[in-house]
């Protein structure tokens, strides 16, 4: 039976490879195989050819390098003999990790199980009042980058009315629900109006926050340009300073994202990067308006006229922007009219979407965020439609299904409550806080430098004689909680309604923690110093190092892991 199975196969086989030679030796095979290979060789060196235009000789060297010797220090952390003491080293930071992360002790308890029997309202909201003591970064106090915009009671007591009047909407039922539609349509309309969006084409859509927004722009341009141009290996262009969701959107929609360089002077994009990145394949360009790590504006005047050049959409990513960037003209007008505050929005010909994040400077309850485009046709793309579907005729206009109608309301309420004058003056207040921060280190902590010329909320500085991460340690120790940067290293501030009242307090405390670093440095040997390291100086020394880059992966693994651990 077996060997009768075996021959049959080897008759097939030695068949087949008669009909294979047979195909081979004619005359069509080997012109049809010549143009495979032809055009296989003409895919390849026009892709090369793109990088080499894009990237550069040099860039495409240190690149290379740059991923061959990260890869080299992987496989030698994997190696016997290294690996088992890597991986007690990273088991240390781990457990270290997760005793801050979930703390455990007598007067915690953590429930694993459904109660028996439901709890009494008392109990419930006594519970919740012990949970809101734990040990946490003093955002009350105005002592943390971004986080809480607003924080004021009145507003959180509306907004949590708000959230009550409307806690079973969902907009995924317009028809039960026709008051969250009418107050969602509001929202986008006035943001559009915000950034002087074309008064009869402009259109958007509410989405769960920033990078859901972005996800949905990076989307339809990829839509867009494959049903209008079969573009099927589709590029998005960015600054290297772009937010990390847009990472995120060619990580799942399949799109490649080239970064472009920052001038290192000017933190703003290099255009003539951005120019020389642009192929038959980008779909998309965006700039930030400002950016997350050092609050710059991105010349997005200059990318609105590539893009028109180039006939490619344009997105701002005024996320973090939000309600304080649309203000900065008025603000400045009345602070100081010699700062050039630069057109970022719709009025650019160019700009074909925008993202602004109503849960920033919006101050709406987290989860809230808008995507606007010049037109229906930019929007059209974002929509997921299954009209077949044996659940019935189904559509829906963002990445979520149901979507909780309650924070529309929160949103509207908000938008309501604040007006015109409540964030001009808001933004105006911010804006003027980033300014005495910035004016106050430059003239009085000549060890710390501010980089580039912010003019919106945040405020980025680094140094060239500390390490500026043991100044975010020791920020840490007094009680703040600045954002890390890296590449280059550096900290900042993102300054909210909270920080207006602390400011002041901000400069006194980076003043000592810079006069304690430098006397701890005169006094003790570098290698103690080492061993003292705290967290942010220690994370940063590892992810800064090609050597032991890799091993940030474990640790940050370990870190999401531990967001689920009860
Ligand atoms: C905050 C932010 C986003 C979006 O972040 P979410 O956390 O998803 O709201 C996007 N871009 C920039 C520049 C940001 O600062």
Known sequence: MSLSLERTASLIVSHSRLLLDAIASSPAFSLSRNLVFAYALC????????????????????????????????????????????????????????????????????????????????????????????????????KVSGAVYHGGKELIDLQTQAYGMFSVANQLHPDVFPDVRKMEAEVVTMVLNLFNAPQHSGVGTTTSGGTESLL??????????????????????????????????????????????????????????????????????????????HGIIDDIEGLSKLALRYKIPLHVDACLGSFVVPYLERVYREIDPTVNVPVVD????????????????GFAPKGSSIIMYRDSSYRRHQYFLATDWSGGVYASPTLAGSRPGALIAGCWATLMKMGDDGYYSSAKSIVEAARLIRSSIAADIPQLTVLGDPISSVVAFTSSTLNIYEVA?????????????????????????????SCVMLVRDLKDSVAQIELAHGAESESDIKKKQGDTAMLYGVAGSVSTNGVVDEMVYGFLDNLYKA
């Not at 894009?54 to 290379?64: E, K």
């Not at 990829?222 to 990580?251: C, L, N, S, W």
């Open 346 to 361: 719709f009025r650019l010909p160019g700009v074909t979407s925008i993202s602004c994040d109503t849960h920033k400077y």
């Open 43 to 142: 895919s390849l060196s026009a892709t090369a050819y793109r990088e080499l235009w894009a990237r550069g000789p040099l860039g495409i060297f240190s690149d290379l390098y740059r991923s061959a010797s990260k890869l080299f220090f992987r496989y030698l952390l994997r190696a016997p003999g290294i690996r088992d003491k890597v991986d007690a080293e990273v088991s240390k930071v781990l457990v270290s990790m997760e005793q801050q992360m979930v703390p455990r002790g007598p007067d915690i308890t953590y429930y694993r199980e459904l109660p028996q029997h439901g709890w009494s309202e008392e109990q419930i909201i006594a519970e919740m009042q012990h949970l809101s003591l734990m040990q946490h970064s003093a955002w009350e106090a105005g």
């Open 216 to 293: 949905l722009a990076c989307l339809s341009a990829k839509m867009k340009a494959y049903h209008e141009r079969h573009v099927t290996q589709p590029e998005i262009i960015a600054p290297i300073t772009v937010h990390a969701g847009f990472d995120k959107a060619a990580y799942y929609f399949g799109i490649k994202l080239r970064h472009a360089p920052m001038d290192p002077v000017t933190y703003k994009v290099n255009l003539k990067a951005v120019r020389r990145m642009i192929n038959s394949n980008t779909v998309l360009i965006a700039g930030s308006a400002p950016n997350f790590p």
């Open 473 to 501: 340690d020791s920020m840490v120790a007094k009680g703040w909680h600045l954002s890390a940067l890296q590449n280059p290293a550096a900290l900042h501030i993102a300054c909210t309604k909270l920080t207006t009242e």
